[in-house]
């Protein structure tokens, strides 16, 4: 048999479905490892944006909402504004783990004077789940709150519904939470807490910000190249064994 005749046969025996599955998966994995390096930019955008917070002063609330509402950037901005009931006002309850410990987030709303927007959802912080009963009213605030902007985490399918009936909540919905508080026109945004820290068990702690955010993106990135890389040279070898033979 003349070479051509051999090359002819063992094109022959490769079969173009088998191709075609190979070369998709590569594409998939291909394009999964490119995902995660465009998610590795992002969290290390977020993770320096953090970081520059931590020592950063708050800023006028109202000045940040017509930002918000001109289309510019506001996540994470630390703020300051008047609300003087925030202890004081009814709240409702979303579910949350803080350091492997099940509890609630306490939600209250704050009427906003000027601006786009007339309230604001404020997060004042977790409260153990063993603990929520014993939670009471803290006193009016006569100076201003201290607090980080962060946009509403959007419900996996991994989450149960929301039940406002019942005040059972598990992921924030700006919208409903603050028609269940009776909250006019509410800004699309929350004001995670920082300060007042309540003095003695009345109220909840707050955490505002995150203290552990995994950056692990580039390690799975460098995973799925691996398989695209391993795929296709499992399948390169499986052609040459079928040539030889």
């Given at each position: 048999m003349t070479g051509a005749e051999a090359w002819r046969g063992w094109v022959s025996r490769v079969r173009p479905v088998q191709a075609l599955v190979v070369l998709v998966a590569f594409a998939i994995l291909c394009a999964l490892g490119v995902w995660q390096l465009q998610r590795l930019a992002w969290k290390t955008r977020l993770l320096n944006q953090i970081a520059a917070l931590q020592n950063a002063p708050p800023e006028p609330l109202s000045v940040v909402l017509n930002r918000l509402r001109d289309g510019g950037e506001v996540a994470y901005?630390?703020?300051q504004a008047l609300c003087p009931a925030v202890q004081q006002s009814p709240t409702i309850r979303l579910y949350a783990i803080v350091e492997g410990e099940p509890g609630y987030?306490?939600?209250t709303a704050c009427p906003i004077a000027s601006g786009p927007y007339r309230s604001m959802l404020v997060d004042r912080g977790f409260v153990p789940q063993d603990r929520v009963a014993d939670v009471r009213p803290g006193?009016?605030?006569d100076t201003s709150i201290t607090g980080v902007l962060r946009p509403a985490e959007k419900r996996s399918w991994l989450m149960p519904p929301?039940?406002?009936?019942a005040n059972d909540w598990h992921s924030r919905d700006i919208p409903a939470m603050?028609?269940?508080l009776h909250a006019l026109a509410p800004a699309p945004v929350f004001l995670m807490l920082?300060?007042?820290v309540p003095q003695g068990f009345f109220g909840p702690t707050p955490a505002p910000l995150p203290t552990q955010i995994s950056n692990n993106h580039l390690g799975y990135a460098i995973t799925w190249f691996g398989l695209a890389l391993a795929?296709?040279?499992v399948w390169i070898a499986s052609l040459r064994r079928a040539r030889d033979d």
């Open positions: 901005v630390r703020v987030r306490l939600i006193p009016v605030i929301n039940r406002p009936s603050a028609a269940a920082e300060r007042p795929l296709l040279g």
